[in-house]
């Protein structure tokens, strides 16, 4: 059974940095994209950056300058580093992959993590 778990979230004042990571366990062939969404209180899940399993990086550009996202294949971990922190970052932070996974025939789905909260004071 495949399962992303995070950690690293947590209060932080305006200005401030958090890293976040997300390792992946279980049955894995191999992992693909991978990648950050939040959700603000009242508004929709958005997309905040993915890396590719070639380290190809793509960012909202909201986050551009201040995030930065990083993968380490060996231990199946994703990583978000974010500086300078704003009020309007807090969100929870979900981790997401793509992931295929041995069996009878292999097959591709994505997977979320359970989701970590980001506050960040004003």
């Known amino acids: 059974q495949v399962q992303l778990v995070e950690s690293g979230g947590g209060l932080v004042q305006t200005g401030g940095s958090l890293r976040l990571s997300c390792a992946a366990s279980g049955d894995i062939f191999i992992i693909g994209r991978m990648g950050w969404l939040r959700q603000a209180p009242g508004k929709q899940r958005e997309l905040v950056t993915t890396?590719?399993?070639?380290?190809?990086?793509n960012y909202a550009d909201s986050v551009k300058g201040r995030f930065t996202i990083s993968r380490d294949n060996a231990k199946n971990t994703v990583y978000l580093q974010m500086n300078t922190l704003k009020p309007e970052n807090t969100a929870v932070y979900y981790c997401?992959?793509?992931?295929?996974?041995?069996?009878?025939?292999?097959?591709?789905?994505?997977?979320w993590g359970q989701g970590t909260q980001v506050t960040v004071s004003s």
């Open positions: 997401n992959a793509a992931i295929t996974t041995r069996g009878p025939v292999l097959v591709t789905r994505d997977y």
């Open positions: 890396i590719t399993s070639g380290g190809s990086t």
